[in-house]
T-cell receptor, first 117, second 114 residues
Framework: AQSVTQPDIHITVSEGASLELRCNYS??????LFWYVQSPGQGLQLLLK??????LVQGIKGFEAEFKRSQSSFNLRKPSVHWSDAAEYFC???????????????FGTGTRLTIIP | KAGVTQTPRYLIKTRGQQVTLSCSPI?????VSWYQQTPGQGLQFLFE???????NKGNFPGRFSGRQFSNSRSEMNVSTLELGDSALYLC?????????????FGEGSRLTVL
């Protein structure tokens, strides 16, 4: 069974500082990997996704993530955070090769990001 | 294009009652998935429907059920409510066949069970 671990429950960074959120996954084959963001009182929004190819993927709002198969990781990064980035971030893994997409995603427990001025 | 719409946004029920939540997916999306979000358990997959058929189901008791209509709108029902059912219930829609892997989420229905 697939699983996702986000080891950091809560991270606090200063505005303008760099950010890295960790994500480790467990899956027996090639995974589909995603990062979603949830602002307070909102649903989740896709930031970026990895299916195959270039292991460094770019997403919206200046985020990027790097897939490292040897480490089973898919960490999210941003070079300079803005106050509006304060939210909860979820890593998710889907099963590749099912032929009908990834409607069943397995999510990590999330990392809450606080930005201090 | 309108986003995913969930109703009601907030509701309060008492133990033993039942509740029905509604989800209208993005126009053209035929897949609808439901997730339960709680502070302790995070996002847990409930079930996924495609073209009125349940295609996947998570590990929830039979009190949790759902259905999808011919217009792709979906409902989920929870019977005999328990305190532990208090959660944010999120609906997500996606296109079948596009293989984009992107789920579009609604804002959720927040259920409180007293």
């Amino acid at each position: 069974a697939q699983s996702v671990t986000q080891p950091d429950i809560h991270i606090t960074v200063s505005e303008g500082a760099s950010l890295e959120l960790r994500c480790n996954y467990s899956y027996g084959a090639t995974p589909y990997l995603f990062w979603y963001v949830q602002s307070p009182g909102q649903g989740l929004q896709l930031l970026l996704k990895y299916f195959s190819g270039d292991t460094l993927v770019q997403g919206i709002k200046g985020f990027e993530a790097e897939f490292k198969r040897s480490q089973s990781s898919f960490n999210l990064r941003k070079p300079s955070v803005h106050w509006s980035d304060a939210a909860e971030y979820f890593c998710a893994v889907g099963a590749a090769g099912l032929g009908f997409g990834n409607e069943k995603l397995t999510f990590g427990t999330g990392t809450r990001l606080t930005i201090i001025p | 294009k309108a986003g995913v719409t969930q109703t009601p946004r907030y509701l309060i029920k008492t133990r033993g009652q039942q509740v029905t939540l509604s989800c209208s997916p993005i126009s053209g999306h035929r897949s609808v998935s439901w997730y339960q979000q709680t502070p302790g358990q995070g996002l847990q997959f409930l079930f996924e429907y495609f073209s009125e058929t349940q295609r996947n189901k998570g590990n929830f008791p039979g009190r949790f059920s759902g259905r999808q209509f011919s217009n792709s709108r979906s409902e989920m029902n929870v019977s005999t409510l328990e305190l532990g059912d208090s959660a944010l219930y999120l609906c997500a829609s996606s296109e079948q066949g596009s293989n984009t892997g992107e789920l579009f989420f609604g804002e959720g229905s927040r259920l409180t069970v007293l």
